[in-house]
Structures are given as C-alpha cells and as structure tokens.
C-alpha cells in the first residue's frame, strides 16, 4: 500500500518559500499589491479605503477573498487525499492560466495590463498562494509557513531565546530542555522568502509579469517529485 506525505520535506519547504517571495515581488511590482502576504493587503486595502482610491482597494479586497477561497479548497483537498502533489499541481494550473491571461492581453509596447486583464490574474495567484499556504503549515512537527515570514521569525526568536536559557542552564549544572530544533529550517525558509523577492524583483525589471513563470516552474515540478514519491493508491 502506498504511503502518504502530508507535510513536506524540509528542502520543499525552502524552496516554496522561495516561490512565494518572488511570486508577491512580481505581484506588488506589476499590480500594486502582495500575492501570498495578506498582513500587507489588509493594510493596503485599509490605506486605499481610508483615500477612497476604490479602484485599488477593491483589487485588495479580491485578492484577500480569493486567497482565502484558495486556503479553503486546498483544506478540502489535503483532507480528502492527505498529499502535497494534488494541491501543487492545482496551483500550477492557477499560475499558468493567469500567465496564460499575461499573454493574450498584454499591450504591445508593453504598459500598465487593463483592469479587465490585471483582475482575474489577481485572482488566480491570490488563489494560488492561498492554496499553498493552507497545505503547508507544517515540517515533520514543526510548524511554519511559505506565504509569510512574520510567524517564522517569531518562533525564531522563541527558539534563539531558549537556546540561550539552554546554555545558560547547562552553565549552571542544570539539564537543558531541548528546544530550537526548528530554527534552521524557519531560518532557511525566511532565506528562501528573501532570496525569491530578490530574484522576482530583478526578474521583473527585464521580463515584467512573465517572470511569474520562474516560481511556477518550480512549483510544478515540486508537485510531480511529491507524486513521485508518493503515488495514488492503487
């Protein structure tokens, strides 16, 4: 009988987080608003509230809604079937449908994407993060997120403050607790966050929205190394 993954593995982890720094890089820069860091949309969306800049508020609120959309089909799914590989590959599609948008109504020469255009990608990716955001919580037991940064760094410092009290303890004569096992996966997740904004950021500048097809690659093949190693039941 097969085996099941329902958390992934450390490497897969990092490199998702990777993914979604560079997909909200790609996202604020083309669109004005972060795809998988819904802290920063519910500020945004307060921000073009309070200036009754509707347009822009309401392209933040719909990527709050689909987000959340997302989050609750991918809990649908990892309950039903319990693996990485179904949830992955949905967001695939989500990814490359809104690229496939990009495609066909990008202007020539390139400028700002018609409102008509910039929605439904909006949709697709706020969707897509949010799938993956809901299926990733966890490492082994560990808990973290892909999506966002703001809890990891948190439980870093708890970590790096009981490794502290660790240290200090065993200085003393007492016995340590051990605590901090999962700092260097919330640190690596964070790195990867980071280095993804970083190459979204400059991938951007040269291939605009296009450079959306970078992490969706990735991601993609993420999901058919999960299938691989964890097949559907037969």
């Excluded at 697709?124 to 809901?134: E, I, P, Y």
């Excluded at 708890?158 to 490794?163: F, I, K, N």
């Excluded at 502290?164 to 004569?173: H, L, N, S, T, Y």
């Excluded at 690596?188 to 969706?216: D, E, I, K, M, N």
């Amino acid at each position: 009988m097969a085996t099941t993954s329902l958390y992934p593995r450390r490497r897969m982890a990092f490199l998702l987080g990777g993914c979604a720094g560079c997909l909200d890089a790609v996202g604020y820069l083309t669109f004005g608003l972060f795809v998988a860091n819904m802290t920063g949309n519910t500020v945004l969306l307060g921000v073009f509230t309070g200036h009754a800049e509707w347009g822009a508020a309401g392209r933040a609120l719909l990527v709050l809604v689909t987000f959340f959309a997302g989050a609750i089909l991918s809990a649908v799914v990892m309950r039903r079937r319990r693996r990485l590989a179904e949830v992955l590959g949905t967001e695939t599609l989500f990814l490359l449908a809104a690229a496939a948008v990009w495609v066909i109504a990008r202007p020539h020469p390139p400028t700002a994407l018609p409102q008509a255009a910039a929605l439904p990608i909006i949709a697709l990716l706020g969707a897509a993060m949010g799938m993956q955001g809901s299926a990733v919580r966890q490492v082994g037991e560990y808990r973290l997120s892909t999506t966002y940064v703001t809890g990891n760094l948190i439980s870093l410092a708890v970590d790096a403050a009981g490794l502290f009290a660790e240290k200090i303890d065993g200085a003393r004569g007492g016995t340590p607790a051990r605590t901090g096992q999962g700092a260097p996966i919330l640190f690596a997740v964070w790195a990867s966050y980071l280095a993804g904004a970083l190459v979204g950021g400059t991938a951007q500048y040269a291939a605009g929205f296009g450079a959306a097809l970078l992490p969706t690659a990735v991601i993609a093949v993420l999901a058919g190394w999960d299938l691989r190693q964890h097949p559907a039941p037969g």
